[in-house]
């Protein structure tokens, strides 16, 4: 769809070439906005966003988000951070430093434009947690000074910020909590399960089960989170969130090994590695405000998502 000049939204997307902002620049796109990409690269890629070269309404531009940004937008999508902890581990500081300097500069733009904006916060605000499902007003179990910290505590204080803009500034804010995503332009190398058990399957090498496999996680596939997202973009002022993104339906990482297994027809064996530390030991969000307030809820069931993924991945692997 083409729209009309006066109808056209001007979009920033941060964290535009990364896993889930590329499939956010699709549907945009797809929409008819203009879009603006800024992304540092980090764990990005110009490749997640190819397929667009020279599309006449999205405009790339490389910049780190801790730095402020000039720019005039009507909307603003604030995706920038490493999400994988192999990633975000790799420099701690960078990471607390992009959630919390990123948060800033984003809504002292917002503020400036007076642009609607987006903040993709996590399920890692919960920690490990000792309730569960996890509702939204669970306060979280986070360790402060453990290794997930900079991301978990740089997306906490990024919360934090976007709530007193909220309140002192009057900004239009959407905080959604984003949890375990997974589908085509996940980053091979991230060191995330559902990418990791694929690699393995498809290349023939075991797959690797931290700890007893028995934790759980909920995947939601991409096309499910970009719809929830845009859902809560576009809803009315009073609407902040935090609103859980996510599919409830819970999984052992025994189960997904074995999904993926049958659907890959791998002879790939399990084999056991030490779980890493504060690994939570379950993780499924309740997502009865995102039913009750966008009328959002997954659609694509995990084995549907899995397949899309793995032809994603089999024109790389093999
Ligand atoms: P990703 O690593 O694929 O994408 C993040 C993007 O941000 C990359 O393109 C990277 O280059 C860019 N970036 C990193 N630091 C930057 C900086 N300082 N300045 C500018 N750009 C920078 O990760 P993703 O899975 O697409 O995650 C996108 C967002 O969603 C992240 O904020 C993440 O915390 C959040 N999230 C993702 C998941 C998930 O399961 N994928 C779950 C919860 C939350
Ligand atoms: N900022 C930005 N782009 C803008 C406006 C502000 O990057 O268009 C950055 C600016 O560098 C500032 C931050 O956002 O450090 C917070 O802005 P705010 O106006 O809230 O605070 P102040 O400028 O008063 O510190
Ligand atoms: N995991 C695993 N094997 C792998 C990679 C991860 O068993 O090769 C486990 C990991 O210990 C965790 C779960 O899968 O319990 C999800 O890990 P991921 O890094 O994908 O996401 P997160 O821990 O951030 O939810």
Request: net charge negative; glycine share 8%; charged share 25%.
């Amino acid at each position: 769809m083409v729209r009309l000049y006066d109808d056209r939204k001007r979009i920033l997307v941060t964290g535009g070439a990364g896993f889930v902002g590329s499939h956010l620049i699709d549907r945009l796109l797809e929409q008819g906005h203009e879009v603006l990409c800024v992304d540092n690269l980090f764990t990005g890629s110009k490749r997640n966003i190819e397929h667009l070269h020279n599309h006449p309404r999205l405009e790339f531009q490389r910049h780190d988000v801790c730095l402020p940004l000039y720019v005039e937008v009507d909307e603003i999508y604030n995706l920038a951070c490493p999400a994988s902890p192999i990633h975000y581990q790799h420099d701690p500081v960078q990471t607390t430093k992009t959630s919390v300097h990123g948060a800033i500069n984003m809504l002292g733009l917002a503020k400036r434009v007076k642009a609607k904006i987006f903040q993709a916060s996590t399920s890692e605000v919960y920690g490990d947690p000792a309730v569960h499902p996890q509702p939204e007003e669970y306060w979280g179990n986070v360790n402060p000074i453990g290794t997930r910290s900079c991301y978990d505590e740089g997306k906490r204080c990024a919360e934090t910020l976007f709530f007193d803009y909220h309140r002192q500034h009057g900004l239009d804010i959407k905080v959604a909590r984003i949890f375990n995503t997974y589908g085509p332009r996940m980053h091979p190398a991230d060191g995330r399960v559902v990418s990791n058990f694929i690699v393995q399957a498809l290349s023939g090498e075991p797959i690797t089960i931290y700890g007893d496999g028995a934790q759980t996680r909920s995947f939601c596939y991409v096309d499910d989170l970009v719809a929830g997202i845009i859902t809560m973009m576009e809803t009315g002022p009073d609407i902040t969130g935090p609103i859980n993104l996510g599919n409830p339906i819970e999984f052992t990482m025994i189960e997904l090994a074995e999904l993926v297994l049958q659907l890959t027809g791998s002879r790939s064996e399990l084999i056991r590695l030490p779980l890493p530390a504060d690994d939570p030991r379950q993780r499924k969000p309740d997502i009865a405000k995102a039913r009750d307030i966008l009328g959002w809820q997954p659609s694509v069931a995990l084995a549907d998502g899995l397949k899309s993924t793995i032809d994603y991945f089999a024109h790389r692997v093999r």
